[in-house]
């Protein structure tokens, strides 16, 4: 059984990512958006997904989305993100961030001595962070694993 399988959809806890390698055949051509290869039954080599997905394993957790305020950035409810704890966080990074609290993904903006949170949804307005409010960012998402419909 996979760890997304055992992911609630609103987790608000860290799941750790297995360590098992999980390897997929890799195929050695670019895939065209158009018409497919005669090529297409010929693949390359093994892939690990964990060597592509994760930097640090002891620092990367899964987080299920809930919610609708990072569409435009192409995260959605039930969409299943890698969070890094070892990646620092920059201005403009998707972040899961903790405010007053609760745990939220957001665009990091810190400029000017000013911090925002900012949503990818124009229906959710920013979220300037006062001197009062405690902020942490928790990680960084470093990928979105969405399902096609």
Same mark, same amino acid.
């Given at each position: 059984?996979?760890?997304?399988?055992?992911?609630?959809?609103?987790?608000?806890? @860290?799941?750790?990512?297995?360590?098992?390698?999980?390897?997929?055949?890799?195929?050695?051509?670019?895939?065209?958006?158009?018409? @497919?290869? @005669?090529?297409?039954?010929?693949?390359?080599?093994?892939?690990?997904?964990?060597?592509?997905?994760?930097?640090?394993?002891?620092?990367?957790?899964?987080?299920?989305?809930? /919610?609708?305020?990072?569409? %435009?950035?192409?995260?959605?409810? %039930?969409?299943?993100?890698?969070?890094?704890?070892?990646?620092? !966080?920059?201005?403009?990074?998707?972040?899961?961030?903790?405010?007053?609290?609760?745990?939220?993904?957001?665009?990091?903006?810190?400029? %000017? %001595?000013?911090?925002?949170?900012?949503?990818?949804? !124009?229906?959710?307005?920013?979220?300037?962070?006062?001197?009062?409010?405690?902020?942490?960012?928790? /990680?960084?998402?470093?990928?979105?694993?969405?399902?096609?419909?």
């Amino acid at each position: 059984m996979s760890v997304l399988q055992n992911l609630p959809l609103a987790s608000q806890h @860290p799941v750790a990512v297995a360590a098992q390698p999980l390897c997929l055949e890799m195929c050695s051509w670019k895939v065209p958006a158009g018409f @497919p290869s @005669p090529a297409a039954d010929h693949s390359q080599k093994r892939i690990d997904l964990n060597e592509h997905l994760i930097r640090n394993k002891e620092a990367t957790f899964l987080f299920r989305v809930k /919610g609708d305020s990072m569409v %435009g950035a192409g995260i959605y409810e %039930g969409d299943t993100l890698l969070v890094d704890r070892s990646v620092e !966080p920059k201005h403009n990074s998707v972040v899961l961030a903790v405010i007053n609290g609760e745990f939220t993904v957001k665009r990091l903006y810190r400029r %000017g %001595g000013v911090v925002k949170l900012v949503a990818e949804n !124009p229906l959710y307005p920013p979220r300037v962070i006062k001197p009062d409010e405690e902020l942490s960012v928790w /990680g960084v998402v470093t990928f979105n694993l969405h399902k096609l419909s």
